[in-house]
């Protein structure tokens, strides 16, 4: 045999090598810690989608029963609507429509009764809340005095309120025992 085949032969050993190294790393890389690989072992039951998000939302929990959960979110939207509605409003000097907006997301006893039910199991939410609605209250003085800078400047405060809020808390669904468990309360009236 020739010096020339030889050496080809030498090179492909060597090629054939570097390759098998690359595959062995590219398999390490791949099961490195940080990725997203399931654990091994299949007894343990693959985790719900719902516990899934919860663990991905680091936000703190606020307990709700269905009720309460559906009935808060509508209160959302609604506060969103009355944010809409202030800005359209704002932009027509109509001082009277602001006012009502505003005082829709306002304070009331009843609006802090149910956010003292709301915060029952979330320590710091039902202050959020309450400092929240004050901070609609100065909207609506703002607009009492005709005065659209103060109407502007304070629904900005009172979106910072609602931003801070969202960022901190996230609803948590419960069922009546759980809430009574986590809140050391009954359940609040089903309507
Ligand atoms: C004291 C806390 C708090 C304040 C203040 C607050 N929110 Fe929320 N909001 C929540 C929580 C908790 C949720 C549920 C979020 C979740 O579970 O992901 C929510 C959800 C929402 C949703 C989604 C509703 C749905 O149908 O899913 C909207 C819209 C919303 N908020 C608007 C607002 C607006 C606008 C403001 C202020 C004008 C505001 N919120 C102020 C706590 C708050």
Known sequence: MTAAPLRRRARRRAEASLL???LVLAAAACGAPGGHDEPASSTTAPESPQDALDRLDGRVPVPLVAHMADH?????RDHLVAVQ???????????ATIEASATRMGSSDAMTAMCTHMGAGAPGFTEQALAFHASADVV??????????AVLHELGATLQRC?????????ALVDDAGFTR????????GH
């Open 72 to 76: 808060q979110k509508r209160n959302m």
């Open 20 to 22: 098998g190294a690359c």
């Open 182 to 189: 986590l809140t050391a309360q009954p359940v609040p009236g």
């Open 85 to 95: 509605e202030i800005v359209l409003a704002a932009a027509r000097d109509d001082y």
């Open 163 to 171: 931003t801070g809020c969202h960022a901190t808390f996230r609803q």
């Open 140 to 149: 609506a003085e703002a607009a009492r005095r005709h005065d659209l800078p």
